[in-house]
């Protein structure tokens, strides 16, 4: 696995997690979403928390009132909220994520483990 450092710089800022809205991203966003739709009923309250923002913003258009928390690599802390406050999206080590997510018990990784450096020591923390 690269070192963190390295890792970060594999995504540039046209990644398709990032810019795919098309037609069969927003049929795969409304598949994973009914699949987490009884995880959400069941856990009250909670968030969702997940590295692949796009999906949160498309989420957030839902109005399913729940928190939403995304992630990305970096090196420097920096918090951005999107889709009018709805979503914030926190860059940096994962630390930095855990400093700002609430308590929660639904973290969605779809696709993403192999975006974390160190997934055996990310993933229990």
Request: include cysteine; charge should be positive.
């Amino acid at each position: 696995m690269p070192s963190f450092e390295r890792l970060g710089t594999y995504y540039p800022s046209n990644y398709h997690a990032v810019t795919a809205h098309g037609l069969l991203s927003r049929a795969r966003h409304r598949s994973r979403l009914q699949q987490l739709t009884p995880l959400l009923k069941a856990m009250v309250p909670c968030s969702i928390t997940d590295a692949a923002w796009g999906f949160l913003t498309w989420v957030a258009g839902q109005n399913i009132g729940r928190p939403l928390f995304g992630y990305e690599i970096g090196t420097e802390r920096e918090i951005q909220r999107l889709a009018g406050g709805a979503v914030t999206i926190i860059r940096g080590r994962p630390e930095h994520l855990l400093e700002v997510l609430p308590p929660c018990r639904l973290i969605s990784m779809n696709h993403v483990i192999e975006h974390l450096p160190d997934p055996l020591a990310t993933v229990p923390r």
